[in-house]
């Protein structure tokens, strides 16, 4: 059209791949927006609007990405022109990304054939929000223990090798794959963005979130740390089925709005583009994880986990008794935690000391690091020893034993009280409550062999000797008392030991 020709910003404003064909409204959205407000996708011709002015360099207009992440979800009708778009999701839905290779022939030949790592995270979009990021997420942590922000749907996902989520990282995954092969993950998130607003009287209003991904191509010690793309996408999180809702209501508003209305709103997209942004800043954590590369194995699950596995550096072996200690510093306390294979907490208890290890309660624990790590933790802050099952007192008879019974029995009749004689008992503790367990603490405590031991009986009423069984023991009472007398067995080198 002629007056496309006429105007002298249209060059500047309108970029090669959009049509000439636009009506005439398009030229005053471009002067209202000036020159590299947006750009245009060339693969699904969708337009692209930047999230910040700083996050790209300024001659980054043309240049086709290396990669490109559409999420596959409507973006919301009722966002303005020059706004970011916005995606709405249901909570611990899957919804699929699809990675593509978007490079030109010969571009980034380094990465062909083998493959690079994504790191996906939903982190917070606004900035009040990202600066108490941490407490934030510990938050959520407490009211939600053994819960994920993110996950990925496994069975669903194409492409993805080796996929991995830390536990002290709730809102972070992250996998391999090959840019050369067809590549979807599915992804989960499971907080809702009404958990991170304050409560007002009358409603309250959610928070948005982002998706970002950070992909990274492997360096000459085999670590994937050298940064290829990173795009994101800004979306909302409502309860099973709200974001559905949301997405009527939102289309229901727009067309009551009049035709002048709607061209100031982005239409509605089948799927999300993300687009590219700055790396994130903490990716250095990532990397200083307990497992840097994907060359390593999960050591964030194996049973020697702090102990001089490979992936960590040798640690002191634990004494017999390694209680932690009010007194020790927060050096100590880490310390503490990966001998006694609580290294996945560690991050969490950085500033601890023992101290405030120790004030903590059970239900703090367990809110902390989930039922299974939290009791287990509690108990090893406590010191707490695994009672047995039952526990018996035996005292060995002999002459001496046999006189002072005899005449405290005497004493007692005519007296009607006790000398005070003094004998003295050693513990037993049981916990298979069997003969053979029996045999064998009596055994050490006599220091003989379990097979010097013939039988074991209990003796009865009028004197009756009953051979002890296992049901039996499992009928003993609690902390119950006996005298144990041995008598010469037939074979040489055994004896029978009986208990009254």
């Keep these: 059209m002629a007056w496309a020709l006429k105007l002298p910003l249209a060059d500047e404003v309108i970029e090669s791949g959009l049509v000439q064909d636009f009506d005439s409204s398009l030229s005053g959205i471009g002067q209202e927006l000036g020159a590299g407000a947006y750009s245009m996708s060339d693969v699904l011709a969708l337009p692209i609007f930047k999230q910040e002015e700083s996050s790209l360099p300024p001659d980054n207009e043309n240049k086709i990405l290396p990669f490109q992440y559409v999420l596959c979800a409507a973006t919301s009708p009722a966002v303005k022109l020059h706004d970011e778009t916005l995606t709405y999701l249901n909570q611990g839905q899957s919804y699929e990304i699809r990675m593509l290779d978007n490079r030109k022939l010969g571009e980034l030949p380094e990465i062909n054939g083998k493959l690079v790592k994504s790191i996906f995270r939903v982190v917070f979009h606004d900035r009040r929000l990202q600066y108490t990021e941490h407490q934030q997420l510990e938050g959520w942590r407490w009211n939600r223990p053994g819960d994920r922000i993110l996950d990925i749907d496994i069975p669903m996902s194409v492409g993805i090798i080796d996929p991995r989520a830390n536990p002290t990282q709730l809102n972070t995954v992250e996998f391999l794959w ?64 709200g974001a559905d809702r949301k997405q009527k209501t939102d289309r229901e508003k727009m067309e009551k709005r009049t035709p002048h209305e709607k061209e100031k709103y982005q239409p509605s997209y089948e799927t999300t583009i993300l687009t590219e942004c700055s790396p994130w800043p903490e990716i250095t954590y990532v990397n200083n994880s307990p497992s840097p590369g994907f060359n390593s194995s999960h050591s964030s699950f194996s049973i020697g986990e702090g102990n001089g596995s490979p992936n960590h550096q040798p640690e002191p072996p634990p004494p017999i008794a390694d209680n932690l200690l009010p007194t020790s510093t927060p050096q100590e306390a880490q310390q503490w935690l990966h001998r006694n294979r609580f290294s996945t907490f560690s991050r969490l208890f950085t500033n601890f000391s023992g101290a405030d290890l120790l004030k903590l309660t059970r ?11 939290g009791i287990r933790l509690f108990n090893a802050l406590k010191g707490r020893m695994v009672r047995p099952r039952l526990t018996i007192y035996v005292c060995q008879e002999t002459l001496e034993l046999r006189e002072q019974q005899q005449q405290q029995q005497e004493q007692k009749h005519e007296n009607g009280d006790s000398n005070g004689a003094f004998f003295v008992y050693h513990a037993i503790y049981l916990e298979e409550l069997t003969a053979v367990e029996l045999t064998e603490k009596i055994a050490q ?16 009423p009028t004197g009756i000797h009953v051979l002890i069984s296992d049901e039996m023991i499992q009928n003993f009472q609690e902390e119950a008392c006996f005298i144990l007398d041995t008598m010469k067995a037939e074979t040489n080198d055994s004896y029978h030991i009986i208990l009254k």
């Excluded at 003989?448 to 009986?457: A, D, E, L, T």
Aim: include cysteine.
């Design 178 to 241: 090959d840019p050369a092969k067809r590549t979807s993950v599915f992804i989960q998130v499971h907080c809702i963005s009404t958990e991170f607003t304050m409560r007002k009287h009358g409603g309250e209003k959610g928070v948005p979130f982002r998706v970002q991904i950070d992909t990274f191509r492997e360096n000459e010690n085999g670590e994937y740390t050298e940064h290829l793309h990173s795009a994101s996408c800004q979306i909302k999180v409502f309860k099973p089925k």
């Design 445 to 460: 405590l006599f220091s003989i062999s379990p097979c010097q031991i013939s039988q074991i009986y209990k003796q009865g």
């Design 363 to 373: 239900d703090d624990v367990i809110q902390i690091c989930g039922p299974a790590d």
